[in-house]
């Protein structure tokens, strides 16, 4: 019966991988193909090997626009995170390490963020970027994808098993301030739930959609997701623009691979702390 269960198990997440493989198995087909092929031939078959001409293709429409469009996903989602990580991982190590009158009350308050759907806040950041000038610019993306609740509780949980409060009282002992013991001592113990918190983020930044689509209306800000949309629905009166769209959705998943497969024994040991002991 042991046997016959693990089986059971092994069959069940070989399916499921299969079922999550299957979009980016097509979209790999399907970015090989000619304009001809991509109708004629079943979507999980090559046809005539033409990746490298739709790449050309991709990089020659509207004067190279598509690589202005990955530059600023990368801006966007790289530099947004990381400055998004280091302002969680300080919000989570000083609710965890500091005490003070009505702390539990303002994480209930972050720990409600979580709730709200990023949906929901785009209207009053419209509002609020209106107000103040930032509408269509690249300020008017950047600056919202700072705030991360769920990091905050993240940090907060990994600063309680990554940091003994006692190796902080012997930087403090030293002649270490605040802000060079966080520094110095917690945010080098803190590296896994920093790049943890930074993989989350960069994800949910590359695949933004919403608020850039609020906040911006000239494409040379535009993130990789809101341009091959503009492409998709011109897609309608011509059909060249599919395999635009295709070929372009294959080469934004690249950074996504990279950074994950570079970071992955951080994310392993981040998503894992604090499970056993």
Known sequence: MR??????VNVLLIVATLYTLMPLTW??????????????????????????ANIANVSA?????????YLNSILYAGVGAAASAFITVMCG?????????????????????????TTATALPLY??????????????????????????YLARVLSSGYVPGEVLEAARSDGAGEIRTFLRVALPMLLPAFVTIFLFQFTAIWNNFFLPLVMLNDQQLYPLSLGLFTWEK?????????????????????PLLVVFMSLQRFWKAGMTAGSVK
Do not use: C
């Open 3 to 8: 046997w016959m269960s693990r089986a059971t």
């Open 27 to 52: 979209l790999v087909f399907a970015a090989t193909k000619s304009q001809s092929d991509l109708y004629s031939t079943p979507g999980f078959a090559f046809g005539d090997f033409n990746l490298f």
């Open 127 to 152: 509002l609020l970027a209106s107000k103040v000038g930032l509408v269509n610019t690249f300020w008017a993306v950047f600056i919202p994808v700072l705030v991360h609740p769920f990091g905050v």
């Open 61 to 69: 429409e509207n004067g190279g626009i598509f690589f202005r469009w």
């Open 93 to 117: 190590y000083a609710f965890d390490k500091y005490h003070w009158w009505g702390k539990e009350k303002l994480f209930g308050v972050v720990l409600l963020g979580v709730l709200v759907p």
């Open 234 to 254: 011109q897609g309608n009166a011509f059909p060249e623009f599919h395999s635009l769209v295709i070929t372009g959705s294959l080469l934004s998943v690249v």
